[in-house]
């Protein structure tokens, strides 16, 4: 079978390998579609903090696929069942998980860095990281269940972000969109922004999702937008999403006294935020990371409702045998969500 191999940083090649064979307590998933995104790019490019993933590695957490061949003890699957993995694997018994909080596990792995990963045409799976899709979810859009369960879990577990809010995404990357996509679908009012880099392809891609954007290099910048979309008052909820150092304390300058801040992208150095002004004002800065059980079906409903524009999303003109150019057009923001195709 094919598989997208990691063989050094910045490369990647795809090689044959022998398919699995599932144990007695798993399944094993012929795999439809699988996403890249910004964790993967830094493990593409064995950024700091991503140099513990044993090379080669078969790549990959976020796929969709099709139940094939069922373990001898696994209970509650039949064959052709559509599924998808939660990829972030918790213990079960440190004190988060017995916490209730099994996102933030002292001692998970995930698809793709601690085992082999999804960009593969099979892979096997324990039944309890797995959740079936509903019918009316095509497999090419469950792929990005993952990444829209951090976007429900962003929006709809830990921020206040209600109907008619005005809220404002900081960076138009895969989780940023998503993150837009579903605050809109709550009913916000939502503004994304980037960077003129972005201005190519991803800003008009979440403009075509029907979300108004803004280029903060531009002439005016996002000052404008605080003061006609929020009369000046500033943005009830902000999401940084950038990724980058900077973007928390541009988030507390445009949100309200009394307002939130939502970090999920994680800041790629030491961030520096001018306090003062957040606590006079009453800031609030909360922080979002990973997803549960329940923010994976949340994310499931959304696309089965179609809240999400997941066509638009979903960039398939990436093939399998060159994986190197989706992740260098990542990287150079010449794409938003590329997928791998292995049935189709």
Known sequence: MKAIVQTGPRSVETQERDAPSPAADELLVKVHTA???????????????????????????????EVVEIGTDVEGFVEGQKV???????????????????NVCQNFSITGMHRDGAYTEYVTVAPEHVHAVPD??????????????????????????????????EGPGPIGVLVAAVADSLGANV???????DTRYRLPLVEELGIETVNVQSETGIDDYVDSLTDGVGFDVVFDATGHHTGVGTATEVTRKGG?????????????????????????????Y???????????????????????????SYSVDDPASAFEAFLGSETCKPVFQFDY
Not at 138 to 167: F, K, M, Q
Not at 191 to 197: A, H, I, K, M, R
């Open 35 to 65: 996403g890249l995104c910004g964790s993967d790019a830094h493990a593409y490019k064995y950024d700091g903090g991503y140099e513990w993933i044993p090379i080669p590695r078969v790549m990959g957490h976020e796929y969709s696929g």
């Open 290 to 316: 990973g997803s549960t059980w329940t923010n994976f079906e949340q994310a499931l409903r959304l696309m089965e409702r179609g809240e999400i524009a997941v066509d638009k999303i979903l960039d398939t």
């Open 136 to 169: 009316a979810v095509p497999l090419d859009h469950a792929a990005i269940t993952e990444p829209t369960s951090i976007a429900t879990r962003a929006v709809l577990t830990r921020s206040n972000a209600t109907p008619g809010d005005n809220v404002l995404v």
């Open 191 to 197: 503004v994304v922004s980037g960077l003129e880099q």
């Open 84 to 102: 998808v993995e939660e990829p972030i694997h918790d213990c079960g018994h440190c004190f988060q998980c017995k916490n209730g909080q099994p």
């Open 260 to 288: 939130q801040v939502v970090v999920v992208g994680i800041p790629n150095d030491t961030s520096e935020v001018s306090l003062t002004p957040v606590v006079r004002g009453e800031i609030s800065v909360d922080t979002s």
